[in-house]
T-cell receptor, first 112, second 113 residues
Framework: LAKTTQPISMDSYEGQEVNITCSHNNIATNDYITWYQQFPSQGPRFIIQGYKTKVTNEVASLFIPADRKSSTLSLPRVSLSDTAVYYCLVGAHLDSSYKLIFGSGTRLLVRP | KAGVTQTPRYLIKTRGQQVTLSCSPISGHRSVSWYQQTPGQGLQFLFEYFSETQRNKGNFPGRFSGRQFSNSRSEMNVSTLELGDSALYLC????????????FGQGTRLTVV
């Protein structure tokens, strides 16, 4: 299972773009990169997923370099409601032995 | 499409008692996983069920068990509760071909006194 490393915490201000980088040096060929967001006392929520290059949805963008050893979650123009913990995970969809392994995540604090 | 439903939302139990938590996955999802979240240990994988069979298991004592029914609904049971079992218990479901895209419920907050 690929281990991930991400910053423990980040601070930002409303309206700014936030980039959270995750390292996954041992990512396997079949692994996808998935990001989850979690608010206090709620279950994690799927944000975005990618395999290579760039993926964008209505919430965020995910940038993945060619070597796939890292990825960057980009949150455009954050608001106070984006204050949450963000988790980066890697794994393969069809791997029946895979289990979601959550690291410590990145605690993002958005200030007014 | 209804999301993952967990019941009850909150529970207070006494040490030594047992507890059963329930999870109804998203319709069509046959994989159900359970997680424990505590401030000290973070989110930890308990076990996963697929088609009524336990497919994966985390590093938890045998007091933690689960099962899955033919309609994919799942229950987890904790026997002989300890104070350290106080946690948010989360259930997640996923479709067989999108296993790492999991959908979580709101969780059950268990407090052991």
């Amino acid at each position: 299972l690929a281990k991930t490393t991400q910053p423990i915490s980040m601070d930002s201000y409303e309206g700014q773009e936030v980039n959270i980088t995750c390292s996954h040096n041992n990512i396997a060929t079949n692994d996808y990169i998935t990001w989850y967001q979690q608010f206090p006392s709620q279950g994690p929520r799927f944000i975005i997923q990618g395999y290579k290059t760039k993926v964008t949805n209505e919430v965020a963008s995910l940038f993945i370099p060619a070597d796939r050893k890292s990825s960057t979650l980009s949150l455009p123009r954050v608001s106070l409601s984006d204050t949450a913990v963000y988790y980066c995970l890697v794994g393969a969809h069809l791997d029946s032995s895979y289990k979601l392994i959550f690291g410590s995540g990145t605690r993002l604090l958005v200030r007014p | 499409k209804a999301g993952v439903t967990q019941t009850p939302r909150y529970l207070i139990k006494t040490r030594g008692q047992q507890v059963t938590l329930s999870c109804s996955p998203i319709s069509g999802h046959r994989s159900v996983s359970w997680y424990q979240q505590t401030p000290g240990q973070g989110l930890q994988f308990l076990f996963e069920y697929f088609s009524e069979t336990q497919r994966n298991k985390g590093n938890f004592p045998g007091r933690f068990s689960g099962r899955q029914f033919s309609n994919s609904r799942s229950e987890m049971n904790v026997s002989t509760l300890e104070l350290g079992d106080s946690a948010l218990y989360l259930c997640a479901s996923s479709s067989p071909d999108r296993r790492i895209e999991a959908f979580f419920g709101q969780g059950t907050r268990l407090t052991v006194v």
